[in-house]
């Protein structure tokens, strides 16, 4: 059988070629599993990558080289679509305790030498949450198999990138697990211990840490998303290696529930101009990372 032409290929010049690649599958927004992105749409043509192998080869390098990939954690059904109160019995609590440590989007280890840019969500938050006594820490630790299993994960995806990788940034959002799936719900309660699960897999993971410091990246940004506020910093890798994530989620934590506290009564005292809280408007939370200090936003 004769080969089928292709005027795509015989006649597009490569630079062409690679334009056209670009302008049907990359998108400026970090690309995110199913789950993390909710109801977001990227309007990417992928149905490109089936067309034969050589369009194939020529447009993967580019799907995987210019996207920025997000990586979350992927918790047990139901956390991942509902954190409200579902009922949770022993089969539950053994799923819980054997996470696999899953993570979205499922990019295979073939595409990962080609993946430039990544973004690494550090949130796992379980359905339940344990904690045992550490007399080295001097106080009570998180105890989380899934939450070190994804941390684990995260070692090995970092691996395999560490030659290639270009960017690297640091997120937790926190909502998919902080929105109610019912409107006329109120949102539900989000606990701080489980909030800084991952964070304290991460920290306790001697991997992954050498994983993060042979990375040949010297700025890593990181980035907290809440409904109503977003923390954004610039944290030079050094730094973000010899301070506790645990301390600076934390800190995060105290930031926002003070930003709250202050538009509230900001709130309270802006109906007749007096009260304690008069002209009040905050829009900043102070964090400090290794003794600089840096500020969140307020989104209202």
């Given at each position: 059988?004769?080969?089928?032409?292709?005027?795509?290929?015989?006649?597009?010049p490569?630079?062409?070629?690679?334009?056209?690649?670009?302008?049907?599958?990359?998108?400026?927004?970090?690309i995110?599993?199913?789950?993390?992105?909710?109801?977001a749409?990227?309007?990417?043509?992928?149905?490109i990558?089936?067309?034969?192998?050589?369009?194939?080869?020529?447009a993967?390098?580019?799907f995987?080289?210019?996207?920025?990939?997000?990586i979350?954690?992927?918790?047990?059904?139901?956390?991942?679509?509902?954190?409200?109160?579902?009922?949770?019995?022993?089969?539950?609590?053994?799923e819980e305790?054997t996470?696999?440590?899953?993570?979205?989007?499922?990019?295979?280890?073939?595409?990962?030498?080609?993946?430039?840019?990544l973004?690494?969500?550090?949130?796992?938050?379980?359905?339940?949450?344990?904690?045992?006594?550490?007399?080295?820490?001097?106080?009570?630790?998180?105890?989380?198999v899934?939450?070190?299993?994804?941390?684990?994960?995260?070692?090995?995806?970092?691996?395999?990138?560490?030659?290639s990788?270009?960017?690297?940034?640091?997120?937790?959002?926190?909502?998919?697990?902080?929105?109610?799936r019912?409107?006329?719900?109120?949102?539900?309660?989000?606990?701080?211990?489980k909030?800084?699960?991952?964070?304290?897999?991460?920290?306790?993971?001697?991997?992954?840490?050498?994983?993060?410091?042979?990375?040949?990246?010297?700025?890593?940004?990181?980035?907290?998303?809440?409904?109503?506020?977003?923390?954004?910093?610039?944290v030079?890798?050094?730094?973000?290696?010899?301070?506790?994530?645990?301390?600076?989620?934390?800190?995060?934590?105290?930031?926002?529930?003070?930003?709250?506290?202050?538009?509230?009564?900001?709130?309270?005292?802006?109906?007749?101009?007096?009260?304690?809280?008069?002209?009040?408007?905050?829009?900043?939370?102070?964090?400090?990372?290794?003794?600089?200090?840096?500020?969140?936003v307020?989104?209202?």
């Open positions: 059988m004769a080969p089928t032409n292709s005027p795509f290929l015989d006649l597009l490569p630079e062409m070629r690679l334009y056209i690649y670009s302008f049907l599958l990359v998108t400026p927004q970090p995110k599993g199913t789950i993390a992105r909710q109801d749409k990227y309007n990417l043509h992928t149905a990558l089936r067309t034969n192998r050589q369009i194939n080869d020529e993967r390098s580019v995987f080289g210019k996207n920025t990939f997000c979350s954690s992927v918790p047990p059904a139901p956390s991942t679509t509902s954190v409200r109160n579902a009922a949770f019995n022993s089969e539950d609590q053994e305790d996470g696999s440590g899953a993570f979205e989007p499922p990019l295979q280890l073939r595409d990962l030498p080609l993946v430039r840019h973004e690494i969500d550090l949130l796992y938050y379980p359905r339940s949450l344990r904690t045992t006594w550490s007399a080295a820490d001097g106080g009570w630790k998180p105890t989380c899934g939450a070190e299993r994804y941390i684990a994960s995260l070692f090995y995806i970092l691996r395999c990138v560490e030659s990788l270009l960017s690297l940034s640091l997120c937790a959002d926190m909502r998919p697990y902080s929105a109610s019912t409107p006329e719900l109120e949102d539900p309660p989000l606990s701080p211990t909030l800084l699960t991952g964070f304290h897999a991460a920290d306790t993971s001697p991997r992954f840490k050498a994983a993060l410091a042979a990375l040949p990246i010297d700025i890593i940004p990181l980035r907290f998303d809440f409904p109503e506020s977003h923390f954004d910093f610039c030079e890798k050094r730094v973000l290696l010899r301070e506790s994530l645990v301390f600076l989620a934390g800190q995060v934590l105290l930031a926002r529930s003070e930003i709250r506290l202050k538009a509230l009564l900001g709130e309270m005292g802006g109906d007749d101009g007096e009260g304690e809280g008069e002209g009040m408007e905050v829009k900043e939370g102070r964090v400090v990372i290794g003794l600089e200090e840096r500020w969140g307020w989104e209202r």
